[in-house]
């Protein structure tokens, strides 16, 4: 990364080691396109959501609706949970995430360990994913209430805004070779508020969203998915930072592919997430029809750490049918040859 967007060599807080993330070139093809993956798994809570959990609470604050000893409440799938959860113990605010069982256990242990109170939209065990519920939840819990602020991810403008600084740390390490941006679409934060801030630096690149088969951000049909963290199920609203005219391609990746990749990256000593996966995938089979000398940035949200229960769990996989040999086999292989180049 360029030495002007460097972290302090020590520092007081631990929001101030958000950003500054590396950038890994995972393999290239023989005509000199090259898959570089933005690792925002090297973020506090080792994802990139902190960085929007910092921007939605800097914004409540200047606006006024949190104050000293308030209260942040917020629907989650984890990883924004986590970086809230960071956010309120540095700032000493209460938080409360109302969650389900389709989030990864050891988000869900996360939060609770850093003070987090968890608020379970149903109970019974079962992993249906249940953002429309969450939501409505979380805006009933906080209206009305004093001091109190729903966050609200989905729809809160600070969303966007704090991905900002991923497009000027990709400018600066870059400059103007970044032709493709690819990036998983679930509140659109992320992918959309990077491509908008990299646009006004510069314009000529190529934004694809993926989501998994199964969410409706892209179009149907819906069915239950098992990646975590991104899309948009059957019920739930498109998040109004879902910017479709800063989204030049949409794509959609099934659990059996994004599952198989983030395994298979594994295999290369990186560990990614499932999510991650799927946009790996989707930037693997592009790569090599890309013109020569392509530079394609593929955003990954977060590390495979917090999925040993589910994506590197063979019993886990094998329950739900997840598991294809010869699938992982095809992308072991495509990445070992395109590594050799």
Sequence with gaps: MNEALARPAVVSRISD????????ELCRTETGSRLLLKLEMYNPTGSAKIRMARAMIDAAEQNGTLRPGGRIIESTSGNTGLGLAVLAAERGYTFTAVVDNHAAADKLRGMKALGTELVYVVDDGTEELATAAREELAEEMARGQDNTVFTEQHNNPANG??????????????????HVLIGAVGTGGMLCGTARELRKLHPDFTTIGVEPKGSIAFGGPAHDYYQSGTGTPEGAEIGALVDFDLIDEGAKVGDVEAFATARAVARTGLLIGGSAGGVVYEALTRLSSLPPDTTMVA???????????????DDWMHARNLIDLAIEGEIDEKITKLRRI
């Design 299 to 313: 955003l990954v949200n977060d590390g495979g750490e917090k999925y040993m229960d589910t994506v590197f769990n």
């Design 17 to 24: 080691l958000i950003g500054y993330t590396p950038l890994l």
């Design 161 to 178: 805004v704090g991905y900002f600084p991923v497009a000027h740390e990709l400018h600066q390490a870059l400059g103007g070779n970044i």
